[in-house]
């Protein structure tokens, strides 16, 4: 089974500038989040999407933005890009259990995008 | 909204020693479950405990939630070199909140082992 593919591995882009990111999930999963982790510090949540909808997205300015396509694959994009948006972008896809409420369907990630903003 | 707090920030052990990182949530919470993250690379779901007062065991490594499910500890006995990495203890919201992510990730501990 191929695991979450995240692509570029690397991206380096100037202030000002967009940076796309894009994801693929795990065949038969229908629902992707997007974490930014910055330099030695935790998961900070971004966008949740499910079924091709936004379920829910995380602090963080409207200039990041993204979506799900039919496929079930994503696309984080980063606009008017600073400094501080310099980090590791992390997508992990799962599968939802419908009303299950006790049971959350685990995270599997990729091995994320290493952006970089100079 | 929903926070998880997670304790230590940082551990450093010696080869040998034991190791215990501790979860607190601010709500109940439906379940937990946690992560390792090696140096470099990317998190990887370890165990997801569901039942108040669960205990489970992956051979060195012992995870318990707690008996009002608003805490949980990951505890490591003997480290090895292994071990190092960041680990994570991540909970849901429950269906229906229109706040924050499916799961919130506490900080993490970083471990480091010293041969």
């Known amino acids: 089974e191929a695991g979450v593919t995240q692509s570029p591995t690397h991206l380096i882009k100037t202030r000002g500038q967009q940076a796309t990111l894009r994801c693929s999930p795990i065949s038969g999963h229908t629902s992707v989040y997007w974490y930014q982790q910055a330099l030695g510090l935790g998961l900070q949540f971004l966008l949740w999407y499910d079924e091709g909808e936004e379920r829910n997205r995380g602090n963080f300015p409207p200039r990041f933005s993204g979506r799900q396509f039919p496929n079930y694959s994503s696309e984080l994009n980063v606009n008017a890009l600073e400094l501080e948006d310099s980090a590791l972008y992390l997508c992990?896809?799962?599968?939802?259990?419908?009303?299950?409420?006790?049971?959350?369907?685990?995270?599997?990630f990729g091995n994320g995008t290493r952006l970089t903003v100079t | 909204g929903q926070q998880v707090m997670q304790i230590p920030q940082y551990q450093h052990v010696q080869e040998g020693e034991d190791f215990t990182t501790y979860c607190n949530s601010s709500?109940?919470?439906?379940?937990i479950q946690w992560y390792k993250q090696r140096p470099g690379g990317h998190p990887v779901f370890l165990i997801q405990l569901v039942k108040s007062g669960e205990v489970k065991k992956q051979k060195r490594l012992t995870f318990q939630f707690g008996e009002a499910k608003k805490n949980s500890s990951l505890h490591i006995t003997a480290t090895q070199t292994t071990d190092v990495g960041t680990y994570f203890c991540a909970g849901p919201y429950m269906r229906g909140e229109t706040s924050g992510s499916r799961l919130t990730f506490g900080e993490g501990t970083q471990l480091t082992v010293n041969p």
């Open positions: 709500t109940t919470l439906s379940n």
């Open positions: 992990a896809s799962t599968y939802d259990l419908g009303t299950v409420s006790s049971y959350n369907s685990p995270l599997h």
